[in-house]
């Protein structure tokens, strides 16, 4: 893979109970665990920030499908990412689950799959994820 771009953050304090910043001061984000999981959700929690960027992600992916196969997309299209965590099956740790919801006003539902299932095959997010976490997305 020939790299385009590298972001860069360092996350401090207890990791969920912190804080994390990117190298450049444009996101400084103070952690906290979410108050379902005992913390005091007085912060923002890693879930919340893989759902930001996924839901960016994939609409913009969507966007690049859209604009390389000649496919007429809804300015206001709209991505909602829905991470969820728990404990594995296994018992050694955590892992997610996403829905994603996504409102393709205007286009038809063949037309909406396609796009989306499009969209997951160029976004970085959907490809990193594929076969490791359940994905389930929903045509709202």
Do not use: W
Request: proline share 4%; glycine share 14%; hydrophobic share 40%.
């Amino acid at each position: 893979m020939k790299i385009a771009y590298t972001a860069h953050a360092t996350a401090n304090g207890g990791g969920r109970e912190g804080l994390s910043k990117t190298d450049d001061g444009r996101v400084t984000v103070t952690l906290a665990t979410p108050t379902e999981m005992g913390g005091s959700g007085k912060g923002t929690n890693p879930e919340q920030l893989f759902a930001t960027g996924y839901a960016g992600c994939f609409l913009g992916a969507m966007r690049f499908a859209a604009g390389k196969a000649k496919i007429d997309m809804p300015k206001d299209a709209l991505v909602t990412a829905n991470v969820s965590i728990g404990p594995r099956d296994d018992g050694e740790g955590f892992g997610l689950e996403v829905v994603m919801d996504v409102a393709l006003p205007g286009m038809d539902k063949a037309a909406a799959e396609d796009l989306i299932a499009r969209g997951h095959v160029v976004c970085p997010y959907s490809h990193s994820i594929k076969g490791n976490v359940k994905v389930t997305t929903n045509i709202v």
